[in-house]
């Protein structure tokens, strides 16, 4: 028998051991805690953003599979080409400032966006085929085009290989070819920083986390625009910078569009662009994460003609000229020669 307190020896560590069940109980309680709120939101936010897709599109079946386009507004026609990331939604929101101006907006969802299909091979060629197709169903015969960053490479193989659909160009952040514009141009540092940007836009719940928790990163690797310049715009720029982010979602119905995207508009071919003979707008913007405003420089030069807008700053997303950019879009639709 202990005679100095063998018992009160013990009793320490059956608390101890109690502590240490009661503190990883703790910790459970508060994962699954933490796991709820998460699950919660993330759900809210992808029933906010599926709803912005929802009833404002139709789908029409082509040669290259189902073809998704939104038309809205009446007036002269306008093709918009969204950009990476986008849809025909994106397409609406960019342009909701010329709609005012009462033009009517066609806004279709490229190749692998949305409800539109991924055709076995798809090039941007055909990307252009396709739009011509979808011109020609809804009886237009000419439009104005207008491709806003990747969407530009369509909308130039449309002035070059259906010339007479184009009643003018305009081309905004062109992810067009330039001979000083780096190959596979994008925002990553490196290529593991790339590989981790290629991971989240695969995946709704890590696009999502990265849009709620690292926004900053976001904001440079995905819109190639520095975050500095998005905190000092006007509240209208910060949120549309934010909407635009957000409605990338959800990535998941935009990722195969998103790798063609990938493989296209980062090293994009040196095509004859000088024989674009419609009258033409080119729009770039300094501090472009993704050079674009060097290819804007040279598409501006090369097309006979050209117009050429250039702002100071801004990014990919030319933040604080967006009132002014659609000015001028305005000005250049409003002084087209009539059809």
């Known amino acids: 028998m202990d005679l100095f307190g063998g018992p009160s020896m013990r009793r320490p560590r059956a608390t101890s051991r109690r502590r240490g069940r009661l503190a990883g109980v703790a910790t459970l309680v508060a994962a699954a805690i933490v796991a709820a709120v998460v699950s919660v939101a993330f759900h809210r936010d992808m029933r906010t953003a599926r709803a912005h897709t929802v009833g404002r599109s139709r789908v029409v079946d082509s040669p290259w599979g189902p073809i998704e386009y939104a038309d809205v507004g009446s007036g002269p026609p306008v093709l918009m080409i969204h950009g990476s990331g986008g849809g025909f939604d994106q397409g609406l929101d960019f342009s909701a400032p010329l709609a005012r101006e009462g033009v009517r907006i066609i806004a279709p969802s490229r190749f692998g966006y949305l409800r539109s299909a991924m055709p076995e091979g798809a090039t941007v060629e055909m990307q252009a085929d396709a739009l011509d197709w979808l011109m020609n169903r809804l009886g237009i015969q000419q439009a104005v085009i207008i ?25 905004v952040v062109p992810a067009l070819h330039a001979p000083d514009r780096l190959p596979g141009a994008n925002a990553a540092p490196d290529p593991g920083t790339q590989q981790a940007i290629n991971a989240v836009l695969g995946s709704d719940l890590l696009f999502w986390a990265g849009v709620r928790g690292a926004p900053d ?86 097309i006979p003609g050209a117009r050429l807008v250039m702002y100071p700053d801004g990014g990919h997303l030319w933040i604080g000229h967006d009132a002014e950019l659609w000015r001028a879009v305005g000005a250049f639709v409003k002084d087209l020669p009539p059809v």
């Open 147 to 171: 491709g806003g960053s990747a969407g530009a490479l369509s909308a130039t193989q449309l002035a070059l290989r259906h010339p007479e659909r184009c009643r003018g160009l305009v081309l």
């Open 217 to 302: 990163f976001m904001t440079r690797m995905v819109l190639a625009t520095d975050p500095a310049t998005v905190k000092a715009a006007p509240d209208g720029e910060r949120r549309r910078a934010a909407d635009v982010m957000f409605h990338i979602l959800p990535v998941s119905e935009r990722r195969e569009g998103l790798l063609m995207d990938s493989a296209t508009a980062g090293t994009p071919p040196d095509w004859p662009v000088e024989r674009i003979a419609c009258p033409a707008l080119v729009v770039g913007a300094r501090r472009d994460l993704y050079e674009t405003d060097k290819a804007a420089v040279e598409v501006a030069g090369r």
